[in-house]
């Protein structure tokens, strides 16, 4: 029972490491674009810009100041994240930042009155995962993710019954073991 529960562990952990690098493969296959300015450490639009115009539209479109602390209060993470990116915008300029600049109370009202700011804290929020848009679970789309997930685990757990089956076979050291056990 211990084996089988052992060999199950060991399973999810593989699955487990096998999902975590198959992410961070197709991350790297993804092309990474550069942006020109202060803005380097800034992911960039999720479509190419054709004029100036459009840059300057696109820095403006951003989460409300609410939502966005909602986000940096709940991973104090990205708050470092978008503190560091203060400093290097600051250093880019020429430019030294001074300690009140980079308090939390000075970045959460930065995100009020700076629209601009606010493009780039919601732009490195989405770049971990929050305030993204999510699929409507009841249109076509939704179920169709939900019937690949099905699938998936559906052949995980297959996977799983045939390992344990396996698992359970006497193999070729286990015999002789038993063998030289009821010899005694």
Same mark, same amino acid.
């Given at each position: 029972?211990?084996?089988?529960?052992?060999?199950r562990v060991r399973t999810t952990f593989v699955l487990a490491l096998v999902l975590a690098v198959s992410a961070g493969i197709a991350a790297q296959q993804q092309p990474q674009k %550069?942006?020109?300015?202060?803005?380097?450490?800034?992911p960039p639009p999720p479509r190419r810009l054709e004029s100036e115009l459009a840059r300057a539209n696109y820095d403006r479109v951003a /989460?409300? /100041?609410?939502?966005?602390?909602? @986000?940096?209060?709940r991973d104090p993470?990205?708050? @470092?994240?978008? %503190?560091?990116?203060? /400093?290097?915008e600051a250093s880019d300029n020429g430019q030294f930042v001074s300690d009140d600049e980079l308090?939390?109370? /000075?970045?959460?009202? $930065?995100?009020?009155?700076?629209? %601009?700011? $606010?493009?780039?804290?919601?732009?490195?929020?989405?770049r971990y995962g929050y305030l993204k848009p999510m699929?409507?679970?009841e249109s076509e789309m939704g179920k169709q993710q939900d019937l690949l997930l %099905?699938? $998936?685990v559906r052949r995980l757990e297959q996977i799983e019954a045939q390992e344990d089956a396996e698992a359970l076979k006497?193999?070729?050291?286990? @015999?002789?073991?038993?063998k030289a056990r009821s010899r005694e």
């Open positions: 029972m211990k084996e089988l529960f052992g060999l %550069k942006t020109s300015g202060a803005q380097t450490d800034v /989460a409300s /100041a609410p939502q966005i602390k909602e @986000v940096l209060l993470g990205l708050l @470092v994240e978008l %503190k560091t990116w203060i /400093a290097k308090t939390d109370v /000075a970045v959460f009202d $930065r995100l009020t009155r700076d629209v %601009k700011f $606010r493009a780039v804290a919601t732009r490195l929020v989405q699929v409507n679970p %099905k699938e $998936r006497p193999g070729p050291k286990r @015999v002789r073991q038993h």
